[in-house]
């Protein structure tokens, strides 16, 4: 089993921009992933098992 790694939420706010621009540009998907992360607290996988359920509820 692999060892799990700490990791600490990014507090700068310019980090925080800076990631959302490079973001936005790129993928509107992943743009979307990190503003829901950034504004609920949820993890990825959370947010991802989110989705997996709400497509499935809509199908």
Known sequence: MAKRKTVEPIRDREKI??????LR???????????????TGLRISDLLNTLDILILIKH
């Open 17 to 22: 921009k800076d990631i959302s621009s490079y």
């Open 25 to 39: 540009a790129g993928s509107e998907s992943n743009y979307i992933l990190f503003m829901l992360g950034l504004h």
